[in-house]
């Protein structure tokens, strides 16, 4: 039987989620997965046209689907979209696992992120936008970690050793 997820990343786009996670996997020596890379290969087109073709809420219920299955099959490290958190069911699955939020201010955002149009729900006036964004998914985030760890000024090597102090693992 699975004992679900080994580590799950939430925090805001561009906190480092899949680089850190991808890291924390490789030493750790479990596999690495993304509910947003899920979600794209199951669609087979990109998040940001999910969201202009077929509007926000379609793609919440993909997202609910996606972190369903993952926690459900996957053992390694789990990164979950920035968004995954505002579903109450999700953060119920989530309550009994080891999950990280990798936390960072809006100015390291915006110099990660950028002005990208990638990022459908930054289109106008991005920085206004991350910060009411953050403002609704920040109580969230804390409230399904077991750990914050501020992603600010630091390499993704000092934040995935961070994550790994933070819950207690060795690596591999």
Not at 5 to 32: C, D, F, N, Q
Not at 139 to 154: E, G, I, K, N, S
Request: aromatic letters at 4%; a negative charge.
């Amino acid at each position: 039987m699975s004992t679900g997820p080994l580590i799950v990343l939430v925090g805001p786009m561009g906190s480092g989620k899949s680089t850190v996670g991808a890291l924390l996997a490789e030493r750790l020596g479990v596999a690495y997965r993304d509910t947003d890379a899920d979600i794209v290969a199951a669609e087979g087109r990109e998040i940001s046209d999910i969201f202009i073709e077929d509007g926000e809420e379609h793609f919440r219920a993909l997202e609910r689907e996606a972190v369903r299955a993952a926690v459900a099959e996957h053992t390694g490290v789990l990164a979950l979209g920035g968004g995954a958190v505002l579903d109450a069911g999700t953060r119920e699955l989530l309550a009994s696992l080891p999950v990280v939020y990798l936390a960072m201010d809006v100015e390291e955002a915006v110099r990660r992120v950028g002005l990208n149009t990638a990022r459908p729900l930054l289109a106008v006036n991005p920085r206004r936008q991350w910060r009411e964004l953050m403002d609704a998914r920040r109580p969230l985030y804390t409230q399904v970690a077991r750990a914050v760890v501020a992603t600010d000024d630091r390499t993704p090597e000092e934040v995935a050793q961070a994550v790994l102090d933070a819950l207690e693992l060795k690596d591999a």
